[in-house]
């Protein structure tokens, strides 16, 4: 299995990269990262279920780390959240 980090997970490249893991087994998403989209984020974490999860915007992070505090995901914030998230990659 191939594991994967998608940076921008909530804009056009990121969601049609998303459709292509939901089509293939064998890959599996181990970190998203995005700009602020909150509720984009939570269903994508939902759906994917990363271990790492990052929204450049510290205010919208600590919002997703609420909403996703159910599920074993560690939310990260601002730029150093996303490059850890794409090295987790």
């Known amino acids: ?13 990121g969601t049609q990269t998303l459709e292509i893991v939901r089509e293939n087994s064998d890959l599996q998403v181990v970190a998203l990262a995005a700009g602020n989209s909150v509720e984009l984020m939570e ?11 990052a929204l450049v915007d510290e205010t919208a992070a600590s919002d997703l780390k609420t ?3 159910d599920l074993p995901v560690k939310v990260l914030s601002g730029m150093d959240g ?8």
Do not use: H, N, W
């Open 43 to 53: 269903q994508q974490i939902r759906e994917f279920k990363p271990r790492y999860a």
């Open 1 to 13: 299995m191939k594991k994967i980090a998608v940076l921008g997970s909530t804009g056009s490249i």
């Open 67 to 69: 909403r996703v505090a």
């Open 82 to 89: 996303v490059c850890f998230c794409a090295a987790e990659g």
